[in-house]
């Protein structure tokens, strides 16, 4: 008898992802890939690639929920905001966790989840990335580090330079200057990671924070702004082995309990 | 009748006679300089919030710049006069319907509807906001017409009575000030007149409003919002109690019918703050495709309040002082409380609306305590209510989105 399987898939700004579960529930498989700018047809394409890799016959998916920004355009039997889809997969990976920190590609949200995923509040930036993983990227860029890199030079920071604007853009700028006077990288980035630390932590403030405090999304892979939320936060952060897909996951979940 | 098995809108009957209506209103308006001069009525713009029982007692015209503003919304006209005000230096930041105003005086070919007819007069109370006061200082010296105040305090505890006796004091000589412009006296029996009128009105706009505790709700917020027109702008005519009327029999009906303006409605919703005009029924239609319809709000509401019997100066200088906008947090967290309680309410919706800050700038707060004292669940929408450039459609949704989903795992 063919064993059935559940698809999440998370169309986001920057990346996409996919995950694939068992009856179970279990973690068969998953894959990133960046969107580009047709995140349906990445998608697509990466569901085909991990269906090979596993030997699975097409109708042996029997249910797929997409979420995230490109969700309309990957055909699913449900499209569910990551808000929703996040607040899942954190539950069932950390179901002590109340509240759920999420930095993407371009969104910060903060979710104030029950038990059992459902979200009380959440709070999310508005018409401004600044502090999420675009503002990051373009500060990597200027510091001509690898983004993957920025936390690793972060630990090496002697001091930490203040960066006062508010604008991803005027930050950049900021931190030219910054370099041309001389200030070690690994400062400027430890300043850039408490610069998104603290624009986080005001939005988590919104919802109200309770323990236990979960960080996902790509930007909890940046162990420097790990460390700067821990401190501003005054607390552990659950961190997940790989935050990208938590929300994906979240989707899966969902698609396991359709009829 | 059948209910269709997919939700969608239920238009009312009245809405075509709501049209014609406004269009009435507005060509009345745009010619009024042509058939008011023989007849020695001038013509004042006004603030929503203005005490226009005693100008209508006068036989003055009146007509609201903020109407117009919505109406420039609701036709995607704001933004253009709102960069023609820009461009003349008025701050983005500054509500748009004064933006939208204020373009439209300085380029009326950008101005929908004939554009606004040109003053004799200005009338504002501060009772809804303070942008208003400046908005029409700047308009006094365009027109170079004369500007009439009235202060109304802001209440931030209690109504105190020294705060409703110097609003009256203003009332007084406001009518002082209104004979001596127009060479006429005020009768005492024709303030009275039209104080009824406005509360003929207003009573039945409270019957329509109230119709929507029924389960289905008769009514879905954008009928509320369009509707809404005349009860602004009629203010203390027959005109108003006619049209109200009307419109009330037919929400009866649809009541006795069983009738819902989200067939299969299966949340119920409050609004809180002015409509997204250049949106309107899009927007709503997020919801209502899902079983969610708005039966109520708390801005139409601010035309429900009535003016107490007695000594009508009193009844005015209470009732334009205390304003939900003019009240303090509390209160407006009462106010949504009530609501949500007495229309078996499910979850609320604010519009954090750029422009309106009195109403806006303390919407987070608000939302945090109804959520808390109610455990109803309240989302926060970043926009504006005629400002297109503020709207943005993927995180909207997104929010949205997520509030349904909410409200749809809570069963």
Not at chain 2, 76 to 100: F, I, K, M, N, P
Not at chain 2, 256 to 279: M, Q, S, T
Request: glycine content about 8%; charged content about 25%; overall charge neutral.
């Amino acid at each position: 008898m063919d064993l059935h399987y559940y698809l999440g898939v998370d169309i986001g700004s920057l990346t996409t992802k996919v995950v694939l579960l068992d009856e179970e529930g279990g973690l068969t498989a998953r894959a990133v890939h960046r969107s580009g700018y047709r995140g349906g047809e990445t998608a697509r394409r990466l569901v085909e690639e991990l269906r090979r890799e596993q030997g699975l016959a097409p109708e042996q998916i029997i249910r797929t929920v997409a979420t995230g920004y490109g969700r309309v355009t990957f055909p699913a039997d449900r499209e569910v905001s990551e808000i929703t889809c996040q607040a899942r997969g954190m539950a069932h990976l950390f179901p002590a966790a109340r509240t759920v920190i999420d930095i993407g590609g371009q969104d910060s949200k903060v979710m104030r989840v029950l038990p059992g995923g459902r979200v009380a509040d959440f709070a999310m930036n508005d018409k401004c990335a600044a502090g999420t993983g675009r503002f990051l990227e373009v500060m990597a860029q200027a510091l001509e580090v690898p983004v993957e890199e920025l936390g690793a030079l972060a630990e090496g920071a002697g001091g930490r330079c203040a960066i006062s604007s508010v604008c991803t853009v005027f930050a950049e700028s900021e931190i030219i200057s910054h370099l041309a006077q001389g200030t070690p990288r690994e400062d400027i980035v430890a300043g850039v990671c408490a610069a998104v630390a603290a624009r986080v932590a005001s939005l988590a403030a919104r919802v109200g924070v309770e323990p236990e405090i979960a960080f996902t999304g790509g930007v909890a892979r940046n162990r420097g702004v790990v460390r700067a939320l821990e401190a501003e936060l005054g607390r552990a952060l659950l961190v997940p082995a790989e935050p990208e897909i938590t929300a994906a996951l979240g989707a899966a979940l969902i698609a396991r309990t359709l009829s | 009748m059948k209910v269709a098995d997919e939700p969608r809108y239920l238009p009312l009957r009245s809405s075509r006679h709501l049209g014609r209506t406004m269009q009435k209103y507005y060509l009345l308006m745009r010619y009024q300089h042509l058939w008011g001069r023989p007849l020695k009525r001038p013509l004042a713009w006004v603030t929503s919030g203005a005490p226009v029982e005693i100008l209508r007692a006068l036989g003055i015209d009146v007509f609201y710049p903020e109407n117009y503003g919505a109406l420039c919304g609701a036709r995607r006209a704001a933004v253009e006069l709102c960069r023609a005000a820009e461009a003349a230096g008025y701050s983005q930041d500054l509500c748009s319907y004064a933006r939208a105003g204020i373009g439209a005086v300085l380029r009326p070919d950008l101005a929908p509807a004939g554009g606004m007819p040109r003053p004799d007069l200005l009338v504002m109370c501060n009772n809804i906001c303070g942008t208003v006061l400046k908005w029409y200082e700047a308009l006094a010296g365009l027109f170079n017409v004369p500007l009439f105040t009235i202060d109304t305090p802001f209440i931030a505890a209690d109504v105190e009575e020294h705060a409703v006796d110097y609003v009256r004091t203003q009332l007084r000589r406001l009518i002082d000030d209104l004979e001596r412009f127009t060479g006429r006296r005020l009768r005492p029996a024709e303030l009275e007149r039209r104080v009824a009128l406005s509360n003929q009105a207003v009573g039945l706009w409270c019957e329509i409003r109230d119709f929507c505790r029924h389960r289905p709700s008769p009514l879905n917020a954008p009928d509320l919002f369009v509707h809404m027109a005349p009860i602004v702008v009629l203010r203390g005519t027959a005109g108003a109690v006619g049209y109200y009327r009307r419109l009330r029999d037919e929400v009866a009906t649809r009541v006795r019918a069983g009738l819902a303006a989200v067939p299969g409605e299966k949340h119920r919703l409050l609004w809180d703050n002015i409509a997204i005009w250049y949106r309107l029924y899009r927007f709503f239609r997020l919801f209502s495709e899902r079983g969610a319809c708005f039966v109520t709000d708390t801005y139409t509401g601010g035309w429900a309040a009535a003016l107490a019997p007695g000594d009508p100066l009193e009844s005015l200088a209470r009732t334009y002082t205390t304003i939900f906008l003019n009240r303090p947090v509390e209160f407006r967290v009462r106010q949504m409380v009530e609501l949500i309680r007495a229309y078996a309410v499910d979850g609320f919706v604010m519009h954090a609306n750029r422009s309106c800050k009195p109403y806006s700038l303390v919407q987070e707060e608000i939302r945090r305590r109804v959520m808390n004292e109610t455990g109803v669940p309240g989302l926060l929408v970043e926009a504006d209510m005629a400002d297109a450039r503020v709207w943005a459609e993927e995180p909207v949704h997104n929010r949205v989105q997520a509030f349904l989903e909410n409200l749809e795992l809570r069963g």
